[in-house]
């Protein structure tokens, strides 16, 4: 156990936090040199050091602490520093296979190790018979002058799933008075909300939304770290006394008046929008948080009704790596902080530890708790946002190269542009429709946000 590194503590799959310990790394990188006929205790305690230095050197200066996702890229990388290219991939491999073992001891359940498995699969399943789970099977797509079609199919399917998140809605009115939109950043949440309102209207369902974004509290309170970076991504950035305060007069029939946050200057205004709720009236939230117990606790559990969205994309990069959600995601939030919220793309990109770290402690681990899970991915997607965003993801790549407190940014970056370098770009988005989820982020959507 390490007693002196200035890490301590790491953040675990589940949220929880426990002691660091750099045995646990060493047996990692021993496993992949025994994988490659080269066992060496010695060499695998000299490589886990240095991973502990990278480490200490990116997260070792204040709260920030490091998640087991992390610690893993981290060693990645070292790994590749170091020369042992061979031995990073046997890690990677290791890696994929310790995730498949997990799969296997739970493919029965819903949800486990906080992971949808099952739905995980359909999505899969879905993309293969679409020709679209991997880079390759995009290229042929946008070669072959099909991508509009494409485009359609995948929509399409989308709505399918908002459309059953809606039924199971409609088959407990009598019970349900708060619907709960919940995920993790840019995971399309408001869309998801929007659509689901669409076919709740269509049935003579009676409701009313709220945007949580607004009980923000003032940029200015939240905690900043040593680049000027602001912390507003766990659910105590939000005003959650006034939240509870408000869910429970409203459904009451009470009138309150709710607060309006502007993002581009950081700012809330209280008491400026009157909101009543009539007797038949159900409640849509629309909340990063909004699975968190204490985001809804003034409201008994038999009156919610919770739907999580998630970028459960399964599309795999030449080496036959999968695109991790948090980077389709992260390519989301880049286009739509530029256009909506007055930050560029490497500042989305150097916030984004943030954001996975609340992911880690604050939502995935309530995924249980939801009563439907939509996909939200859209494959087509990442040909136009590579057409938008590769330059930036290459700029970031040389920008960090060097800086060891950025080594996290320079890890996401290079990631994302191995996958994105062999994808052909697509220029021309009109194929998208107005109504597309897509628009959320790069604009031209036909809902207000």
């Known amino acids: 156990m390490t007693t002196s ?3 301590d503590r790491i953040v675990k799959r589940d949220g929880s936090v426990v002691r660091y310990d750099r045995e646990r790394i060493a047996t990692a990188v021993f496993q992949a040199l025994n994988s490659m006929g080269r066992p060496d205790l010695e060499r695998a305690a000299s490589l886990a050091v240095k991973v502990e230095r990278a480490l200490v050197a990116a997260y070792g200066g204040g709260d920030r602490l490091p998640t087991v996702e992390d610690i893993q890229d981290v060693v990645e990388s070292v790994l590749m520093e170091e020369g042992l290219t061979d031995v990073a991939r046997e890690y990677i491999i290791y890696r994929h296979q310790r995730a498949m073992a997990r799969a296997a001891r739970a493919y029965t359940f819903e949800v486990a190790d906080f992971v949808p498995y099952r739905k995980i699969y359909e999505v899969l399943r879905w993309n293969i018979d679409h020709g679209c789970d991997s880079v390759r099977g995009l290229n042929r797509i946008v070669r072959s002058g099909a991508f509009p079609a494409f485009v359609g199919a995948v929509d399409a399917r989308y709505e399918e799933e908002a459309g059953l998140a809606a039924q199971g809605i409609l088959r407990n009115l009598g019970a349900i008075r708060l619907v709960i939109v919940a995920g993790p950043s840019s995971s399309g949440k408001t869309t998801t909300t929007l659509k689901i309102a669409e076919r709740l209207r269509r049935a003579g369902a009676a409701f009313h939304a709220v945007n949580i974004d607004h009980y923000f509290f003032n940029l200015e309170d939240h905690p ?6 602001y912390d507003y991504e766990t659910p105590q950035a939000l005003d959650l006394e006034l939240i509870n305060r408000h869910l429970q007069a409203l459904l009451a029939g009470e009138t309150v008046r709710t607060p309006h946050y502007d993002f581009k200057t950081g700012r809330r205004e209280l008491d400026v929008h009157p909101m009543r709720l009539r007797d038949n009236e159900i409640l849509l939230v629309d909340s990063l948080h909004g699975l968190h117990a204490d985001m809804t606790a003034s409201v ?8 999580y969205v998630e970028t459960l994309g399964q599309v795999k990069s030449d080496d036959g790596a999968l695109m991790r959600w948090a980077d389709n995601r992260l390519l989301r939030r880049m286009q739509r902080d530029r256009r909506y919220r007055n930050l560029q793309p490497l500042q989305t990109l150097t916030h984004w530890h943030y954001v996975r770290r609340s992911e880690l402690q604050n939502i995935i681990p309530y995924i249980h708790t939801a009563d439907v899970i939509v996909n939200t ?5 990442l040909p136009i946002l590579r057409r938008r965003l590769f330059r930036t993801i290459s700029s970031a790549r040389r920008s960090f190269a060097d800086d060891a407190r950025r080594r996290d940014a320079y890890i996401r970056a290079n990631r994302i542009y191995d996958l994105l370098k062999p994808m052909r770009g697509v220029r021309d988005d009109t194929c998208v429709s107005p109504t597309s989820l897509l628009r959320e982020f790069i604009g031209g959507s036909a809902y207000t946000y």
């Open 377 to 381: 991915a859209l494959p087509y997607e």
């Open 300 to 307: 008994p559990e038999a009156n919610k009704y919770r739907v």
């Open 5 to 7: 590194c200035p890490i």
């Open 224 to 229: 900043r770290d040593e680049f000027g970076d």
